[in-house]
């Protein structure tokens, strides 16, 4: 498999917003102008799912000028395989001038990664379903699912006590606990899913030593989260209780973290829908923020429901 | 890949208990995080390095049009409800 991908260009997407939504002549109707996304669209309007509503999720292999090549969304690599060298084949008979031909009419109108608020703080966060007997050295669940939190330089500042000596203590305001626990302390381990309204809690942030270049802090906290959430879908969260605990490394000089990361570990109560019928479950479930490292590509991944978030850095352009 | 993960996580079987129409009661937390135990916690949570995460994924479709107009190659576009590289 890695040996074919060295033949193509890769690139990753949300369909959400490409397809249009849940119906692309909806979508249409209402405005819907972006370049990017009709190109998307003219393109996997021949592919596995075909025109029309419904997801277009999966995999699809086109010209730089969006010339459906081939797709699929299957669980089976072997399948997957089998597309990649059809979509090779036919690429192979195609004319230089073909191969190098650009779309020329793909460039988006919007994104959301263009809001990143330059300077500021990404968090990347991991989760993960935890043992039941709360024995860290467990097994681990194998599935495991990311997301991005994004605040501005501002945002991240106050993260910080105002008193820079030890014992010195800050209560993380609630806007700033909510974007946290509402929008990222939640069960998307297997999917994205929605916020809750509102959670109780706090985030504590405490400096617990202090030398010439900076201060070092803990963070603890917990969070109680209840839904009362329409079914839709295989899954309905009900409600995620967490506690918080980590550390940050602030730098007094050029006035950001140098490190900051904490663990989320807790609760999720749900119902899911399994043969037609929605059952009630409970797991233990685990989260891990931390400083997101530079992006490869030079693009910060937006939070999954960075629409959710109250920011006035937040335009949408 | 992940996306294989995923589909096939999603169309699987979902942890349940219980029956239908029976509401969970609300679990209680046991507070065990510690600062001897954050690490470990921490270890339990991050995936260990997968294939995917090191392919030279472009992050939007345009991106990877244009590159793949530059470079004479197919572009191979993953799209996911949510983005890939960050919640799917």
């Not at chain 1, 479930?285 to 999954?304: D, K, M, N």
Request: hydrophobic share 40%; aromatic share 8%.
């Amino acid at each position: 498999m890695r040996g074919r991908l060295g033949a193509f260009v890769l690139a990753t997407d949300e369909v959400w917003r490409l397809q249009g939504g849940r119906d692309v002549t909806e979508w249409r109707a209402n405005g819907g102008t972006d370049p990017e996304c009709i190109a998307f669209q003219e393109m996997a309007a021949g592919g596995h799912y075909g025109p029309g509503a419904g997801s277009k999720q999966g995999i699809y292999v086109c010209t730089g000028a969006g010339e459906l090549l081939g797709s699929i969304n299957s669980n089976s690599p072997q399948n997957v395989v089998r597309m990649l060298d059809a979509a090779l084949a036919k690429w192979g008979r195609l004319g230089a001038g073909e191969r190098r031909k650009e779309h020329g009419k793909s460039a988006p109108e919007a994104r959301f990664e263009w809001a990143w608020p330059k300077g500021g703080m990404a968090l990347r966060v991991t989760m993960r379903y935890l043992p039941q007997d709360d024995d860290p050295g467990r097994e681990r669940s194998r599935s495991y699912n990311h997301d991005h939190a994004w605040f501005s330089s501002e945002e991240a500042q106050r993260f910080v006590p105002e008193k820079l000596e030890v014992g010195a203590e800050r209560v993380l305001e609630d806007v700033l606990f909510q974007r946290i626990a509402r929008l990222h302390l939640v069960d998307a381990v297997r999917g994205e899913t929605r916020p809750f309204d509102r959670v109780e809690g706090e985030i504590r942030v405490e400096v617990i030593a202090v030398d010439d270049g900076g201060v070092d802090l803990k963070l603890s906290g917990r969070a109680v989260g209840r839904g009362e959430q329409p079914r839709r879908g295989l899954f309905r969260p009900l409600g995620i209780k967490a506690e918080l605990l980590g550390r940050a490394r602030y730098s007094r000089k050029d006035e950001r973290f140098v490190s900051l990361e904490f663990v989320g570990k807790g609760v999720r109560w749900a119902e899911s829908r399994r043969r037609r019928r929605w059952r009630s479950s409970v797991r233990p479930i685990g989260w891990h923020f931390a400083l997101a490292p530079e992006p490869s590509h030079g693009v910060r991944i937006a939070p999954t429901q960075i629409r959710q978030y109250s920011a006035p850095w937040l335009r949408r352009r | 890949m992940r996306a294989v993960v995923v589909a096939s996580v999603f169309v699987g079987s979902l942890g349940a208990q219980g029956s239908a129409g029976v509401r969970v009661e609300e679990p209680e937390l046991r507070r065990v995080l510690s600062d001897e135990n954050l690490q470990a916690w921490k270890r339990h949570i991050l995936p260990e390095a997968a294939a995917w995460a090191e392919l030279p994924w472009l992050p939007t479709f345009h991106d990877g049009l244009v590159a793949a107009a530059e470079a004479g190659k197919p572009l191979l576009l993953w799209t996911m409800n949510g983005h890939p590289l960050g919640c799917t």
